[in-house]
């Protein structure tokens, strides 16, 4: 249980620096109008977490499930529920903590340009560690290598700070005095992240902006592909290149959930590729879902920059056609590598196997424009978080 909770509590952290929508480099504007009112620090940020601990409603759906369960089984009976509220508002206190100093040391000791890149990095780590912590929540036995590594754990990894809820469980008058110490721990850890925080914004709530301030990349040394691709496709991919935010979840997290789905449902392939019509659905069903992480934001990922596409000599239909029609290329390699994958696990080949690969294929790609379509209509150009 320690251990599985050590992997929920890291994934949960790294969710709320890499998981969040906004710039982890940038501050937003309530907290910079709240910063100009005659408050200490240390007061905005204690409403920082407090909100972090009682609004992570991710936190409150998979901690607050695995430790009711823990002390239903201890037989804690009634006082279980409570036991469990209180020992999750508690983590997530300690993931607001960690969120607060976190973001602030960044702000003032990282660089600008490197906030993203960090922030992507955190995303793929949380969704990393929780596709791990849900297969092995969910496999019909417990794998023999999670069993290794805790058995391999000492006692004392039951005192860190949010495995002390685990020590509830003993029950009688030590379940008291531990409850004790988990809520006097928790407070401590958050005073001091809220005091190395205010020391943090002494100067200020950020260490420089990031406004004039970058290089330009010479002609020889730009990215793959941004020399062929001109106009609105060629910016787009100079984007994703850029931009490890937008990287991550348009086309590596559609990679690591359908990896995942394999790896608990290891028969899912096999049973496809027995039978090409099954393929070719699951095919279009892996390119189908990259769109959704994809296509569907053609136009909210222009932001403030809308207003640019004004300016350009092409009809605005015409651009949105030409952004549909990349990601619709890009998510066709998705079928393509179910295909790939499935003759690489011995499936035999024949002659229909090409049709079906051509309507998976072309399905995909016929369903971009639709999925632009949803997707322009469903933004709001003026909304502060399109």
């Given at each position: ?158 005192w860190l700070p949010w495995n002390l809820p685990l020590l509830l469980c003993e029950g009688g008058a030590r379940s008291v005095m531990y409850g004790v110490l988990m809520v006097a721990a928790t407070c401590a850890l958050a005073a001091g992240a809220l005091w190395c925080a205010q020391a943090l914004v002494r100067g200020g709530l950020v260490g ?130 179910v295909f790939a994958l499935a003759f690489a696990r011995g499936a035999a080949w024949e002659w229909g196997a090409a049709l079906y690969g051509l309507l998976a294929v072309g399905g995909v790609f016929a369903c ?19």
């Amino acid at each position: 249980l320690a251990l599985l909770l050590t992997m929920l509590f890291a994934s949960l952290a790294a969710a709320s620096i890499g998981g969040t929508r906004e710039d982890l480099g940038k501050v937003g504007w309530h907290m910079t109008w709240l910063f100009t009112f005659p408050v200490r620090p240390w007061v905005l940020f204690l409403g920082r977490v407090l909100a972090a601990a009682c609004t992570n409603a991710f936190a409150w759906l998979t901690v607050f499930p695995l430790l009711l369960v823990a002390y239903l089984c201890a037989g804690h009976g009634a006082r279980a529920l409570g036991e469990a509220a209180l020992a999750t508002l508690c983590l997530t206190t300690l993931i607001g903590a960690a969120k607060l100093l976190g973001e602030t040391w960044l702000r003032k000791r990282g660089r600008p340009g490197a906030m993203r890149n960090l922030q992507a990095v955190f995303g793929v780590l949380s969704m990393l560690l929780f596709m791990a912590t849900l297969a092995t929540a969910i496999a019909q036995s417990v794998p023999g290598a999670f069993l290794d590594v805790a058995s391999a754990l000492p006692r004392t990894v039951l005192w860190l700070p949010w495995n002390l809820p685990l020590l509830l469980c003993e029950g009688g008058a030590r379940s008291v005095m531990y409850g004790v110490l988990m809520v006097a721990a928790t407070c401590a850890l958050a005073a001091g992240a809220l005091w190395c925080a205010q020391a943090l914004v002494r100067g200020g709530l950020v260490g420089e902006t990031s406004a004039f301030r970058g290089a330009r990349t010479a002609a020889g040394n730009r990215p793959i592909g941004a020399g062929r691709l001109r106009g609105i496709a060629g910016k787009d991919i100079l984007l994703l290149v850029r931009d490890r935010t937008l990287l991550v979840p348009t086309l590596v997290g559609p990679v690591i959930v359908i990896g995942f789905q394999l790896v608990i449902n290891p028969q899912l392939l096999g049973a496809a590729g027995s039978d090409f019509r099954h393929l070719a659905a699951l095919a279009f069903g892996v390119g189908a879902y990259a769109l959704m992480a994809s296509a569907f934001m053609v136009l909210a990922v222009e932001g403030k920059t809308l207003w640019l596409l004004y300016t350009f000599p092409r009809r605005l239909e015409d651009i949105m056609r030409r952004k549909a029609l990349l990601w619709g290329t890009l998510a066709c390699a998705y079928p393509a590598a179910v295909f790939a994958l499935a003759f690489a696990r011995g499936a035999a080949w024949e002659w229909g196997a090409a049709l079906y690969g051509l309507l998976a294929v072309g399905g995909v790609f016929a369903c971009a424009p639709v999925a632009a379509g949803i997707g322009i209509m469903a933004t709001d150009p003026f909304a502060l978080d399109p």
